[in-house]
T-cell receptor, first 113, second 114 residues
Framework: DAKTTQPPSMDCAEGRAANLPCNHS???????VYWYRQIHSQGPQYIIH???NNETNEMASLIITEDRKSSTLILPHATLRDTAVYYC??????????????FGKGTLLTVNP | SAVISQKPSRDICQRGTSLTIQCQVD?????MFWYRQQPGQSLTLIAT?????????ESGFVIDKFPISRPNLTFSTLTVSNMSPEDSSIYLC???????????FGPGTRLTVT
């Protein structure tokens, strides 16, 4: 699996957009970008994933650059409950061993009042 | 999505004993996984629990230390054997559903070994 690079920490004001970057310069053509988050003392929560097109759901938007070497997770209106460690993960699509998720250190997002 | 429960939620165990952690899912799932999260660290995959066959272990994890069962498509157990303080971690179960195969995680079991 391609490796990812994320800043160790970021701050965001409540109500503002939080933009979390991820670098995955060695990603291959059949690897997806997944984002998870882990709120303190809870299990990780799936947020969103994408291949090459931008994606949006009720939680967030995912912007993937045209060359697919980096992406940005956007929380449009951050709340205090969004304070968590955010993990950017790349993995192959499909089943079998492709299910495996390799977690890096992630970005600790702190939303301030 | 899938709703996952784990038992126990936390435990304090003596060195040299074993603890079995249960993972229950509210629907049939293709794949189940067990992860470990040591204090202040990220998650590390221990093994994939295969229904009807032996689990598939990641490098650094062995069946004698972490035996896993998966008797059906909604349930799995992980045993932490002959525990030492280094086994103090959060143990998490996750499942992968049908396409697009995102994983859903249980709340975790916080284990402290004294």
């Amino acid at each position: 699996d391609a490796k990812t690079t994320q800043p160790p920490s970021m701050d965001c004001a409540e109500g503002r957009a939080a933009n979390l970057p991820c670098n995955h310069s060695t990603i291959s053509g059949n690897e997806y970008v997944y984002w998870y988050r882990q709120i303190h003392s809870q299990g990780p929560q799936y947020i969103i994933h994408g291949l090459k097109n931008n994606e949006t759901n009720e939680m967030a938007s995912l912007i993937i650059t045209e060359d697919r070497k980096s992406s940005t997770l956007i929380l449009p209106h951050a709340t205090l409950r969004d304070t968590a460690v955010y993990y950017c993960i790349v993995r192959l699509a499909g089943g079998g061993s492709n299910y495996k998720l390799t977690f890096g250190k992630g970005t600790l997002l702190t939303v301030n009042p | 999505s899938a709703v996952i429960s784990q038992k126990p939620s936390r435990d304090i165990c003596q060195r040299g004993t074993s603890l079995t952690i249960q993972c229950q899912v509210d629907s049939q799932v293709t794949m189940m996984f067990w992860y470990r999260q040591q204090p202040g660290q990220s998650l590390t995959l221990i093994a994939t629990a295969n229904q009807g066959s032996e689990a598939t272990y990641e490098s650094g994890f062995v069946i004698d230390k972490f035996p896993i069962s998966r008797p059906n498509l909604t349930f799995s157990t992980l045993t932490v054997s002959n525990m030492s303080p280094e086994d103090s971690s959060i143990y998490l179960c996750s499942v992968a559903t049908s396409p697009p195969y995102e994983q859903y995680f249980g709340p975790g079991t916080r284990l402290t070994v004294t």
